[in-house]
Nanobody, 126 residues
Framework: QVQLVESGGGLVQAGGSLRLSCAAS????????MAWFRQAPGKEREFVAG????????YYADSVKGRFTISRDNAKNTVYLLVNSLKPEDTAVYYC???????????????????WGQGTQVTVSS
């Protein structure tokens, strides 16, 4: 059973930046598409960004495109999310997730991701 541990969240002013990290256990990290999701209070969890197994391909939600950057370091079993130009509406718990075994296509669906971290809180003040 893989373990995913997020870190890097915090309180930041609008316009600020953070770098979120997600460290994964196990030896097969590079075999999986990884993604970040977020959940704001009273709202459903939503897709934010995803990255291919090699890191050569990325895809984003329209709401964060141009402001957020996902990357990964397979040697360190870690996926990152650089969040820039933060807005109050970006306030949420951010979760990293691992695509289910056998899933080779990009996906934005929660149901296609079988392993989740505990989340890290990002709060943006206006």
């Amino acid at each position: 059973q893989v373990q995913l541990v997020e870190s890097g969240g915090g309180l930041v002013q609008a316009g600020g930046s953070l770098r979120l990290s997600c460290a994964a256990s196990g030896r097969t990290f590079s075999s999986y598409i990884m993604a970040w999701f977020r959940q704001a209070p009273g709202k459903e969890r939503e897709f934010v960004a995803g990255i291919s197994r090699s890191g050569g391909g990325t895809y984003y939600a329209d709401s964060v495109k141009g402001r957020f950057t996902i990357s990964r370091d397979n040697a360190k079993n870690t996926v990152y999310l650089l969040v820039n130009s933060l807005k109050p509406e970006d306030t949420a718990v951010y979760y990293c997730a691992r695509r289910r075994t056998g899933g080779l296509e990009y996906s934005r669906l929660i149901s296609d991701f079988g392993s989740w971290g505990q989340g890290t809180q990002v709060t943006v003040s206006s």
